[in-house]
């Protein structure tokens, strides 16, 4: 017996018809294993499978750290908060980024350190 924990979209369920929208998702993490970025669009109608096979990447993804965000529309008006959803676990490697993109980051997710408003900033005159 296995000790498999049985999902939703357990692995172990075969996808059908599904072998070249499995193809271009195993295309697509052989290509980061390599340091190849790339990007692949699901869409389609209601229950066509769209989520499946989502969860098919997850699966191969196994040696990958998977981060996953999801739309609410509540959060619609907030900006940046479909990123800040989809990077918070990863934001301890957030030192990890050149300056430039870290600070972009840190500012989009409002991260960035207050600093005291200097003279200049603040409009004082002596
Ligand atoms: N190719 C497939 N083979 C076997 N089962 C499938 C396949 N595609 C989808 N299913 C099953 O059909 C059901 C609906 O699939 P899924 O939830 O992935 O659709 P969806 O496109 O994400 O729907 P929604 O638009 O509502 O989010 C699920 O039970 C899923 O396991
Ligand atoms: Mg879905």
Do not use: W
């Not at 929208?21 to 790339?38: F, H, K, Q, T, Y």
């Not at 907030?78 to 050149?98: E, N």
């Amino acid at each position: 017996m296995t000790s498999r924990r049985a999902g939703f979209y357990d692995a172990a369920v075969r996808l059908h018809g599904r072998v070249r929208e499995c193809g271009a998702i195993d295309v697509l993490l052989n290509g980061a294993r390599s340091s190849v970025s790339g990007s692949l669009a699901i869409h389609g109608e209601h229950g066509i499978g769209k989520s499946a096979l989502l969860a098919y990447a997850a699966d191969r993804a196994a040696d990958f750290h998977v981060l996953r965000a999801s739309g609410t529309p509540s959060e619609s008006g907030l900006p940046f908060a479909g990123l800040d959803q989809l990077l918070r676990p990863a934001l301890s490697h957030l030192a990890a980024l050149p300056e430039v993109q870290q600070a972009a980051l840190a500012g989009a997710l409002g991260l960035a350190a207050k600093r005291p408003p200097t003279d200049s900033s603040s409009g004082s005159r002596r």
